[in-house]
């Protein structure tokens, strides 16, 4: 009986930190992909079981940073149809991919986020919140294309896309609170169409989705509250030895 319910409570669990992650800053989907993955579900499978996580974690993080009305709506309608047309493309090339080719092309991309992570200026992304004016972003067209691609690598591999979001926002001029508030209402509002995508192939495991999203839930919860990343840095080089860890797993698995 034990067993039966091991794989969900280690998916709760993995929940619970990504979620957390995932609300902070971003990559706590390159923790619970490759978990999903070593509890069996096929790689195809898991990418699509991700959705109803990262959904049901976006809820309880949009509703925690709703509480601390930091929320810019006017920059989320406008960069979300661009997004959305992304989505639909991204699932689009993610439903037709083979299991071996995901699975190779995610740990070719957690690498690469890890080495990015490990680059990236601690803080560096963010404009200053002294009161300073913000910097001049790039022009509208820019961000326009780049929210399309976010939309299209949200559709296809999802894991990592906080990061890409959280360097458009910083390039539109918000802190790295405001970013985050932003990047969890993007996400909550293009997601149900990647997961209708993918559980209309058949790549969506119910049950171990919800016990994924309870977690998230929760972590997204608790991720809203510490918005202020305390203790990022410490964070991220944890995110970034377990995604290492995972990649190298992943490759040689596969």
Request: charged share 10%; net charge positive.
């Amino acid at each position: 009986m034990f067993q039966t319910f091991l794989p969900f409570v280690a998916l709760f669990l993995t929940g619970l930190v990504a979620g957390t992650l995932n609300t902070l800053a971003g990559g706590g989907s390159l923790i619970s992909l490759p978990v999903m993955i070593f509890l069996g579900l096929p790689a195809t499978v898991a990418n699509g079981t991700l959705r109803l996580g990262i959904l049901i974690q976006n809820v309880g993080s949009v509703w925690g940073f709703g509480r601390q009305g930091v929320f810019e709506p006017t920059l989320v309608k406008r960069y979300l149809p661009p997004a959305l047309l992304g989505v639909v493309a991204g699932t689009a090339l993610g439903v037709r991919m083979g299991d071996l080719a995901f699975q190779r092309t995610l740990a070719v991309v957690m690498v690469l986020v890890a080495l990015w992570i490990v680059w990236r200026p601690p803080g560096g992304a963010a404009p200053s919140t002294d009161g300073a004016s913000p910097r001049r972003g790039p022009p509208p067209v820019l961000l326009y294309g780049g929210f399309f691609l976010v939309g299209a690598y949200g559709g296809f591999i999802q894991a990592g896309v906080g990061f890409l979001i959280l360097a458009l926002t910083s390039a539109a001029g918000l802190d790295l609170v405001k970013g985050n508030a932003m990047k969890v209402l993007l996400v909550l509002c293009f997601t149900p169409l990647a997961l209708v995508g993918y559980a209309v192939a058949g790549r969506v495991d119910w049950w171990m989705g919800l016990a994924l999203g309870t977690g998230s839930f929760l972590g997204g919860l608790m991720g809203a509250r510490l918005a202020v990343l305390r203790g990022h840095a410490w964070i991220r080089r944890v995110v970034t030895l377990v995604v290492v860890i995972f990649a190298l797993r992943l490759w040689l698995a596969s």
